[in-house]
């Protein structure tokens, strides 16, 4: 089992919509949970993170953690085409030194 | 302006030709690494390096050398590059804090063909 598991979709939703954007983890000790975005033939860029359990709310993104089902979820309200990206869970932490990456979610907002 | 910059961006080359990509950063970060990124796998670390001359192993470092002679530059070494090489990389880096590496900046990538 891989340490952090993302669904590679793509998903493809309609310009407005909600989005939901998922990774599960096995190592429990991770305390810090980083969201990448990575735009087509691009490096990845930080999102947002959040430390522990708990949500985070930036603008139309909100990063939430439940450590009891090591469950990480982002999610993007009035999803916009400029949101069309992949994004990828990294969370490290708890002896764990570096960030573990997840595959990646392939995103596709249509206008 | 604060980046971490690739060289080549991209390179077709031929199995056995000894290549290099250079990775430079100029923020002054410890910590530096490389990834490979391939589709349906992600991205994969190579090596990394938490200081000058230190330098370690990650997930998937047959066929690749590093080297870390300064802070501001960490070189990826493909000495005999061979088809299954071929793949998207990046450089990145980052400051250490006590908990771990912090936010990752990445370079451009480097896409790579080997034939």
């Known amino acids: 089992q891989k340490e952090v598991e993302q669904d590679p979709g793509p998903l493809s939703v309609p310009e407005g919509a909600i989005v939901s954007l998922n990774c599960t983890y096995s190592n429990s000790a991770f305390q810090y949970f980083m969201w990448y975005r990575q735009y087509s033939r691009k490096g990845p860029e930080l999102l947002m993170y959040?430390?522990?359990?708990g949500n985070k709310e930036d603008g139309r993104f909100t990063a939430q953690v439940d450590k009891s089902s090591k469950y990480i979820s982002l999610f993007i309200r009035d999803s916009q085409p400029s949101d069309s990206a992949t994004y990828l869970c990294a969370p490290f932490g708890g002896g764990s030194y570096i960030p573990t990456f997840g595959r990646g979610t392939s995103l596709i907002v249509h206008p | 302006e604060a980046q971490v910059t690739q060289n080549p961006r991209y390179l077709i080359t031929v199995t056995g030709k000894k290549l290099t990509v250079t990775c430079s950063q100029n923020m002054n970060h410890e910590y530096m690494s490389w990834y490979r990124q391939d589709p349906g796998l992600g991205l994969r670390q190579i090596y990394y390096?938490?200081?000058?001359?230190?330098?370690d192993k990650g997930d998937v470092p047959e066929g690749y050398k590093v080297s870390r002679k300064e802070k501001r530059n960490f070189p990826l070494i493909l000495e005999s590059p061979s088809p299954n090489q071929t793949s998207l990389y990046f450089c990145a880096s980052s400051l250490k804090s006590a908990v771990g590496v912090g936010e990752l900046f990445f370079g451009e990538g480097s896409r790579l063909t080997v034939l």
């Open positions: 959040t430390y522990s359990s």
């Open positions: 390096s938490m200081n000058v001359e230190v330098t």
